[in-house]
């Protein structure tokens, strides 16, 4: 009788939990859900799966508990746990509800740090445009260099006009060459900037803006133990709730320290990086446009980069030393 109880109490909620996603308030509720709440639900997923998996290859003497899946059956509730009580928190926050821990300068600093990102790849998509339409000039030269050295040949009375214009197309192909060689390794160095180094500052963050959340969870849950009664039941529960706490403030602390060194070595990284490819940039562009062919090569060797030899049809490409 107890367990057809249990069933159709378990049947209940079930069906309340449709409803509430199918009425007009819980649908509203999950379509603000952010893209950020998903992350960090799909992150603390994949860690959960880590860490069960690490405790079922464990040896039975490892464990403090004799049984492996009485083990595996605590963690796993402990994870779900966690993952309640965070998941309430994002849900607070989105409602407007929840208090949230805010560090103003390092948020500022994140915000810009996101900012900068997407600026940076727009540079590149345009440096990218840039060197492809750069690279059909050039081709587009060559061809008209040999169009004009082949009437030169073949037109005696012309042969001096047509000559020197052939010969002017064909240096401006070379020079283009070493433009557009330059302007790759511009795009490279720039993309290096931001698909590795920026990008492995954001994967600290991620796990900062994890840590925040499971401490404001945990915080606000010991918030309202301490508002409720104190007896022999309640009395354990803070002090674990306490110890949970102290856990996850020092895990936050931790991120937020080691958030704020990278950014401060990230944009020590940055203001070398781009300083060298800005003018590099301005440089050959400048050189290039004014006819300066000794200039251009004159920049290609102050920033120690040198030209392969072309071979055959290729177009020649500069790279560092």
């Not at 069933?7 to 379509?31: D, F, H, I, N, Y």
Request: with cysteine; net charge positive.
């Amino acid at each position: 009788m107890l367990k057809h109880q249990r069933k159709v109490e378990t049947l209940t909620l079930k069906q309340r939990k449709v409803q509430w996603m199918l009425s007009p308030t819980g649908a509203q509720l999950l379509r603000s859900l952010s893209l950020p709440m998903e992350n960090w639900i799909r992150a603390l997923r994949r860690s959960s799966r880590g860490i069960l998996t690490a405790l079922v290859a464990l040896e039975p003497f490892q464990s403090p508990v004799s049984n492996p899946v009485a083990l595996l059956q605590q963690q796993r509730a402990l994870l779900n746990q966690d993952h309640t009580k965070c998941t309430r928190q994002i849900l607070s926050e989105k409602l407007g509800r929840g208090s949230r821990t805010v560090d103003l300068e390092l948020e500022a600093q994140i915000e810009i740090l996101h900012d900068n990102k997407r600026k940076y790849q727009n540079v590149i998509r345009l440096a990218q445009t840039l060197a492809n339409q750069l690279s059909q000039i050039m081709q587009t030269q060559r061809q008209l260099g040999d169009a004009f050295a082949d009437l030169s040949l073949k037109s005696p009375e012309l042969h001096e006009e047509f000559g020197y214009n052939a010969e002017t197309q064909k240096l401006l192909s070379k020079n283009g060459e070493t433009l557009l060689g330059a302007i790759n390794f511009f795009i490279s160095s720039v993309k290096t900037l931001v698909e590795k180094t920026i990008e492995d500052t954001m994967v600290n963050i991620k796990q900062y803006e994890i840590a925040r959340v499971e401490y404001d969870a945990y915080r606000t849950d010991l918030e309202e133990l301490n508002l409720g009664p104190r007896d022999a039941t309640t009395i354990p529960k803070i002090e674990q709730s306490q110890q949970h706490f102290q856990i996850h403030r020092e895990k936050y602390e931790r991120m937020r320290n080691d958030v704020s060194i990278k950014l401060k070595f990230l944009e020590e990284n940055k203001v070398k990086v781009l300083h060298n490819q800005l003018i590099l940039f301005h440089n050959s562009i400048a050189a290039y446009y004014a006819g300066n062919q000794q200039q251009l090569e004159q920049t290609l060797k102050q920033f120690h980069i040198k030209m392969k030899m072309p071979g055959g049809d290729s177009p020649s490409w500069l790279e560092e030393h």
